[in-house]
T-cell receptor, first 115, second 118 residues
């Protein structure tokens, strides 16, 4: 089941530069997308989300872009900081009325920000 | 800031034994979830729970698994007879639909319980 894919297992970026993490999905019923950050031996920490009615959502250094026609979303981190080094997961859900939408996760991309 | 808590942080058990993993979701949340992550693999959905009943479960969530909300704060996952392949990190999550009917789908995760089955 590869409904959500993150094709880059790792990404290395210099401090101060932009980090771009990508995510593709196949299920056109997905209508809510989230990015989580995860450190080893910890739970996923929510970063930012976007509804399918939007194409961009911004929160401080983090911006998520959604291209519905391409079934693609990306997370931009500007400027990148060493503390951003972690595994980033893309997740998607399809909300059914009166049911909690399960999240389908990608495989994750390990971001390393070098000083 | 409210957070999801889970206990224990690490549980070691013998194959065939029963384990109960505990979670305290964020207090005003209405939807509760269990996910797991086997080492090196994706985070996988197990079950969602709303209004005191299971709303959806995955094929992983077979008869060996059960969930319960025994009181107003705890949410538990029980594995009746553990297998070696149940070894994983188990994450509890909760979300809030919003009192005004606004749909808020963000799920907040606990720190996880590492289950090791020997």
């Amino acid at each position: 089941d590869q409904q959500v894919k993150q094709n880059s297992p790792s990404l290395s970026v210099q401090e101060g530069r932009i980090s771009i993490l990508n995510c593709d999905y196949t299920n056109s019923m997905f209508d809510y997308f989230l990015w989580y950050k995860k450190y080893p031996a910890e739970g996923p920490t929510f970063l930012i989300s976007i509804s399918s009615i939007k194409d961009k959502n911004e929160d401080g250094r983090f911006t998520v872009f959604l291209n519905k026609s391409a079934k693609h979303l990306s997370l931009h981190i500007v400027p990148s900081q060493p503390g951003d080094s972690a595994v980033y997961f893309c997740a998607a859900s399809a909300m059914i009325y009166n049911q909690g939408g399960k999240l389908i996760f990608g495989q994750g991309t390990e971001l390393s920000v070098k000083p | 800031e409210p957070e999801v808590t889970q206990t224990p942080s690490h549980q070691v058990t013998q194959m065939g034994q029963e384990v109960i993993l505990r979670c305290v979701p964020i207090s005003n949340h209405l939807y509760f979830y269990w996910y797991r992550q086997i080492l090196g693999q994706k985070v996988e959905f197990l079950v969602s729970f709303y209004n005191n009943e299971i709303s959806e479960k995955s094929e992983i969530f077979d008869d060996q698994f059960s969930v319960e909300r025994p009181d107003g704060s705890n949410f538990t996952l029980k594995i009746r007879s553990t297998k070696l392949e149940d070894s994983a990190m188990y994450f509890c999550a909760s979300s809030d639909r919003g009192g005004s009917g606004k749909r808020t789908d963000t799920q907040y995760f606990g720190p996880g319980t590492r289950l090791t089955v020997l």
